[in-house]
Structures are given as structure tokens and as C-alpha cells.
């Protein structure tokens, strides 16, 4: 169950990867033929240790290695189940003004609510420019952060109370 698991978050990686080059209309060939080391900063909604989140995190990190690109990968996480508090967000904010103000990203991916509206509202000061990929966020949720935002793709959560009920009784 958790490699099924584990292959379906990894197939749904590889999927944010690809609508990422797509949806900004990047050459891929030129992507994969570039020397240069690519820098994808990864940001979790919550601690490691929270089991889907470690699945999302490492299927992504993942996928990226198991890509022909040379990339560089930056994993951080939120920890917001245990501190969903400003004070939580104003460290975090110090942290990635130390850590990567003089890195140059070349996309930053989030995974759930926390993460995309951490990055949303940081972007401009934190890391100007750079593409986000998300996924994780309910489509009406990611409709309200998305307003007047450029350069931000993703892939909604959906759920599927049907559908889970129908797995939980096999």
C-alpha cells in the first residue's frame, strides 16, 4: 500500500514537472542540454515526519534526481500543523532571507495551503521572479491566493469521499 502510495505521489510529481516546463512554455531540450544546475526550493506545508508529507517531499526530490537535469534541491518545511502562528512565519521569513539571498532559484514547488500562501505573500521580497509550481490546494482555496499572480501552476487536491470509503471497505 505505501509503494503504491509512494508511485502514485511520484507519477503526480513528474506530471507538476512537466505542466511547469509546459505552462511557461519552455524549451526542454534546451532545459536538459543546459549545463547550468538548476535550483528548485522545495516548501512544505508541514513537519518532517508527517507521513504524506514526507511521501510528497520525497517523491519530488525524487523525480527531480531522476530527471536529466542537474538539479540542485532545497527541502524546507513549514512545520504549520504544530505552529500555525505569525511568529512561525516571521522565522521562517528570516530563515529564507539568510539561506537564499544570494541564491538564484530557479523554481520554488510547494506542497499544500501553508506553503503557497507563505510563498505568495513573500515572493516579491523573497524571491523575485521565480516560477511556482503547487500542489496540495483545493481549486477554490488556490482561485483566492492566485488572484493578480503570474508565473504559478499547479494541480488542484481534489476530494473523493466516494471513492475513499469505497477503498477503506476492501
Known amino acids: 500500500m505505501a509503494i503504491e502510495k509512494h508511485e502514485r505521489?511520484?507519477?503526480?510529481?513528474m506530471l507538476i514537472v512537466c505542466i511547469f516546463f509546459l505552462s511557461f512554455q519552455f524549451n526542454l531540450n534546451f532545459v536538459i542540454a543546459s549545463s547550468d544546475t538548476k535550483k528548485v526550493l522545495v516548501l512544505q506545508s508541514y513537519h518532517?515526519?508527517?507521513?504524506?508529507?514526507?511521501?510528497?517531499?520525497?517523491?519530488?526530490?525524487?523525480?527531480?534526481?531522476?530527471?536529466?537535469?542537474?538539479v540542485e534541491t532545497y527541502l524546507e518545511h513549514m512545520d504549520w500543523k504544530r505552529h500555525p502562528d505569525d511568529k512561525n512565519l516571521e522565522q521562517l521569513y528570516e530563515r529564507f532571507q539568510y539561506k537564499f539571498s544570494n541564491k538564484k532559484l530557479d523554481l520554488i514547488m510547494t506542497t499544500d495551503d501553508a506553503a503557497l500562501k507563505f510563498v505568495l505573500n513573500h515572493r516579491g521580497r523573497l524571491f523575485p521572479g521565480v516560477p511556482v509550481v503547487f500542489c496540495g490546494v483545493m481549486k477554490q482555496d488556490a482561485e483566492i491566493l492566485l488572484d493578480g499572480q503570474r508565473n504559478v501552476t499547479g494541480i488542484y487536491q481534489v476530494m473523493d469521499p466516494e471513492g475513499t470509503l469505497y477503498v477503506a471497505k476492501k
Do not use: P, Q
Open 48 to 70: 518532517r515526519g508527517h507521513e504524506w508529507s514526507d511521501c510528497e517531499g520525497n517523491a519530488i526530490v525524487e523525480t527531480l534526481s531522476d530527471s536529466d537535469m542537474k
Open 9 to 13: 505521489i511520484r507519477g503526480i510529481c
